[in-house]
């Protein structure tokens, strides 16, 4: 091989290599599955700016619309596990008794009848918390059919010092189970 071909070929590897182009994109919401509305199975969103992507297998995105004793139940949710043993996170969202889902923006607050809420779980019971009427969220459902349901969320919760939670940029697109 001769030396002149043996230098371009050196040079071509080093600036295919350059470090400058960075792969992590400046926003970090522009890391996260896009808002999609054809039931892809994905689910993301920032938690205190940073990507949560759900784990697959056992910690999957699922959700489910189902009439159970005598009440419409909403139930997505997703988890990630965090290292070994019971470590995970796992964002929810949910309403109790809410028959006639739409395509519009609820309002998340206390967990009660006929309300939307949304909950933050760190680890097996480390921390379990959730909106509330002083400390409410935002669930927009834009596409909701007999299989589908897709939207985004943001949310800000509490931990046991008081210390804030924010949950932003969130989106699904689930088929659910009914």
Known sequence: MS????????LALATACNNDDNSTPENPADALPPATQTGEGTFGCLIDGKP???SRG??????????VRGAYTLGISASRKTGSGENFVSIGLGALDIEGLEETTYLLDKRNSGSLHGRYL???G???TGTTDENP????ITHFTDEIVSGTFAFTVLDKDGKEIKITDGRFDLKYTN
């Open 126 to 128: 480390t921390l379990q």
């Open 137 to 140: 969220g935002t669930l927009t």
């Open 52 to 54: 949560f992507f759900p």
């Open 122 to 124: 760190l680890g097996g």
């Open 58 to 67: 056992q910690h999957r995105p699922s959700a489910f619309y189902q009439f």
């Open 3 to 10: 030396k002149c071909l043996f230098f371009t070929l050196l």
